[in-house]
Structure formats: C-alpha cells, structure tokens
C-alpha cells in the first residue's frame, strides 16, 4: 500500500537533475492516475456478496472453485476507493 510519503517522494522526483529519473517519475505517476471504467457485467468480490446476501470471505472460496472450473473470468481494474480517493487495483469477476 502506498503512502502519502511515497506519493510525494515520486512528485519530488519530477524535479530530479537526471532526465531518465524524471521520465520514470512521470511514466509512473500517469500509470497511476488511471482510472479503468468497469464494463457491464464485471462484479467485485464485494458486489457480490452484497448481491447474494453473504459474506465477502465466503464468496472467495466459491469464486476460486469456478475459476478452477473455467467458468469464470478474473481481471484487473483500477477503481476509486471511496475512502480517501485512491486508485487501486480490484479484481473483478465476469461469468463464461
């Protein structure tokens, strides 16, 4: 998990003496700032559980089986916390 004094440390280092720093200062922060639009019919972990009335810690298991299984799709998006306004990768779950 990043935290505040690593943000800054990377905004710092846009102002680095070295080019190459700053270009990978710049390519790591706009990485970062990306935020990926959820298509239609990709759920998270939580969603569903919400959805079928249980556990978050129990749909895990379940999810695990069915990707075993191939039934189901497992991805990585970048979505908003929304807590604090972070963007952080959350896996999503789309049915075969």
Known sequence: MASGKSRTSLAASLKHKDKDIRKWAQAMIDACKGIDEVPTG?????????????????????????????????????????????????????LK
């Open 42 to 94: 990709w759920l998270s972990q939580d969603e569903l559980a919400r959805s079928l009335k249980m556990a978050t810690a129990s749909v895990g298991p379940h999810l695990r089986k069915l990707e075993e299984l191939g039934r189901v799709e497992k991805k990585k998006f970048c979505v908003t916390r929304a807590k604090d306004g972070r963007v952080i990768p959350k896996y999503f779950y789309k």
